[in-house]
């Protein structure tokens, strides 16, 4: 599996927009990026993925470089509740293909 | 949206004994199941991929007759810790594959071995 690569933390302000970074420099042209976030004693979540165009939706939106070696993932505004370890995952786009989570960052809000 | 249901949400149990958790999709049917062990402080290992009507594909290091997997229906797996040691305790967490849809993770097992 191609490998990401995530600060171990980030601290932000609550109501503010964060940043997430993730360098995927090997990434094949069949790999999807995607992001989960996991919230204390849960299960992962799914937030967003994408392949070559950013994409947006309810949680988050998700910046993908145009050499696709990069993706960043936005929360527009950072709420307590966005308090997770966020992790960048690429993952084939193949029915029953598994995910590989890395050490993710830990996402820090500050009230 | 999908659902994937996880059956305990903790269990604690004596050495030497078996633990069996259960891992339901909700809503849909998954023919491809995943079984993910975390430690305190660390990212999920993938421990084993169970494919309904088949056998079990463990990862590398993952005792295939400790952590038995069946997989019986589209809708069920299960994951049952045999002769269970303190060394097992940790969080327990299965996902369930839809056709082109992301991964929906359950809400995960915390197993106690005392």
């Known amino acids: 599996d191609a490998k990401t690569t995530q600060p171990n933390s980030m601290e932000s302000n609550e109501e503010e927009p964060v940043h997430l970074p993730c360098n995927h420099s090997?990434?094949?042209?069949?790999?999807?990026i995607h992001w989960y976030r996991q919230l204390p004693s849960q299960g992962p979540e799914y937030v967003i993925h994408?392949?070559?165009s950013n994409v947006n939706n309810r949680m988050a939106s998700l910046a993908i470089a145009e050499d696709r070696k990069s993706s960043t993932l936005i929360l527009h505004r950072a709420t307590l509740r966005d308090a997770a370890v966020y992790y960048c995952?690429?993952?084939?786009?193949?029915?029953?293909?598994?995910?590989?989570f890395g050490e993710g960052t830990q996402l820090t809000v500050n009230p | 949206g999908a659902v994937v249901s996880q059956h305990p949400s903790w269990v604690i149990c004596k050495s030497g004994t078996s633990v069996k958790i259960e891992c339901r999709s909700l809503?849909?049917?998954?023919?491809?199941m995943f079984w993910y062990r975390q430690f305190p402080k660390q990212s999920l290992m993938l421990m084993a991929t169970?494919?309904?009507?088949?056998?079990?594909?463990?990862e590398q290091g993952v005792e295939k007759d400790k952590f038995l997997i069946n997989h019986a229906s589209l809708t069920l797996s299960t994951l049952t810790v045999t002769s269970a040691h303190p060394e097992d305790s940790s969080f327990y967490i299965c996902?369930?594959?839809?056709?082109?849809?992301?991964?929906?993770f359950g809400n995960g097992t915390r197993l106690t071995v005392t």
């Open positions: 996902s369930a594959a839809r056709a082109n849809s992301p991964l929906h």
């Open positions: 090997t990434i094949s042209g069949t790999d999807y």
């Open positions: 994408g392949l070559t």
């Open positions: 995952i690429l993952r084939e786009e193949t029915s029953g293909s598994r995910l590989t």
């Open positions: 809503d849909f049917q998954a023919t491809t």
């Open positions: 169970s494919n309904e009507g088949s056998k079990a594909t463990y």
